[in-house]
Structure formats: C-alpha cells, structure tokens
C-alpha cells in the first residue's frame, strides 16, 4: 500500500521508517495528472519537501528518499522496496 503525506511531521515518520529499515528511498502514493500532483486516496497534495522536480513528464511518480526528500526523478524500481 502507498502512503499519502499531509504534514512535515508524517514525513519525517516516513524518513525515519525508511532509514530504519535499511532502504535508501520508498515509494510514496502521489502521482501526477494533468498538470498537477495527487494523491492516490484523494487527498489534499502537501507538497513542501521536494528534493527536486523533473520537468520530465514521463516520471510520474513519487519517491521517498531517506536522507533528502521525495522526488519525481526516474528509478531503476528492480533496485528498491515497493512498501516501507
């Protein structure tokens, strides 16, 4: 299951979880759709942790990254973790 992220503070929870569990970065439930970013369950997009944005459209989804914050950027997903 993909998680949604309302606050700073679940994020940094979602950091620490990922860390703790020895994977460098974790997918999250954001997408992007006609120009604008949501999430899978609906909800209100917090968008205030970018590590970076790819102006690249063809990467669509989210990341998780442990030590930075999440991104958009295309992944090798044969390498990581679907779930945290």
């Known amino acids: 299951m993909l ?3 309302h606050s700073a503070q679940e ?3 979602l ?3 990922t860390k703790n569990t ?11 759709l006609q120009d604008q970013w949501l999430w899978l369950d609906g909800s209100w997009f ?3 942790t970018w590590s ?3 102006p690249d459209s063809s990467n669509r ?3 998780l990254n442990f030590d930075e914050a999440w991104s958009n950027f295309k992944y090798n997903t044969g390498g990581y973790s ?3």
């Open 3 to 5: 998680v949604s992220v």
């Open 11 to 13: 994020y940094g929870f």
């Open 15 to 17: 950091q620490q979880l």
């Open 22 to 32: 020895r994977n460098q970065v974790a997918w999250l439930g954001g997408f992007y």
């Open 46 to 48: 917090y968008n205030n």
């Open 52 to 54: 970076s944005e790819s």
């Open 61 to 63: 989804c989210l990341l």
């Open 82 to 84: 679907s779930s945290v």
